[in-house]
């Protein structure tokens, strides 16, 4: 059974660019989350969907970041402009609805530096 | 105060050895809690969970105080392949709903 996968792997963009993340979660899996690791700090919750529905988006830093799951399969994690302080690790995972177990599969991230 | 607290080491411990680590968390009404591991620029990964009865996994203990809000992860015999962060993960919320809250890990060196 394929993981979760993330595209791209790195990204290197200039401050005030575009760039959109990729997240496909295990298929069947109807919950998928977004983490953010900045240097140094703990993971952060961004955002958790379940299935096409926003289910909590409380740490989304501000408007810059935009999350989308069309079709509830995969994610997109747009961040429009970029600034420094977006650099970091996110990371995607998901789960299944009510499997009765909290296991969350990680992807292995999208390593995002702004310059 | 941080919802989850964890010493961030490193812990530089020789092979063979048995180490500890704590994880502190502020919110009482936290229902699961996790034991995750990192290595070096990689995803986390599940470890284990901890159950209020606390339990084992060969090398690996899991134990929960609710009285003191924290819980522990015991490695027996440690391995050079343990080295890696261990990541406490805190969900308050029991049910379907699982937002996840993290410790910035600790660092476990295995040294030779």
């Known amino acids: 059974e394929a993981g979760v996968t993330q595209f791209p792997s790195h990204s290197v963009i200039e401050k005030g660019q575009t760039v959109t993340l990729r997240c496909d979660p295990i298929?069947?899996?109807?919950?998928l989350y977004w983490y953010r690791r900045v240097m140094g700090k703990e993971i952060k919750f961004l955002l958790h969907?379940?299935?096409?529905?926003?289910?909590?988006e409380s740490g989304m830093p501000n408007n810059r970041f935009l999350a989308e799951r069309t079709g509830g399969t995969y994610s997109t994690l747009k961040v429009q402009p970029a600034e420094l302080e977006d650099s970091g690790v996110y990371f995607c995972a998901s789960s299944q609805l009510s499997s009765g177990s909290y296991e969350q599969y990680f992807g292995p991230g999208t390593r995002l530096t702004v310059t | 105060r941080k919802e989850v607290e964890q010493d961030p080491g490193p812990f530089n411990v020789p092979e063979g050895a048995t180490v500890a680590f704590n994880c502190t968390y502020s919110n009482s009404a936290s229902q699961s809690f996790f034991w995750y591991r990192q290595d070096c620029r990689k995803e986390p990964k599940l470890l284990m969970s901890?159950?209020?009865s606390g339990n084992e996994d060969g090398r690996f203990t899991a134990q929960l105080n609710r009285a003191s809000q924290y819980i522990s992860l015991l490695i027996r015999d440690s391995k050079l392949s343990d080295s890696a962060t261990y990541l406490c993960v805190v969900i308050p919320n029991s049910g379907g709903y699982q937002k996840v809250t993290f410790g910035i890990g600790t660092k476990l060196q295995v040294i030779p």
């Open positions: 969907f379940v299935k096409e529905s926003k289910q909590d």
């Open positions: 901890v159950y209020s």
């Open positions: 298929s069947g899996h109807d919950n």
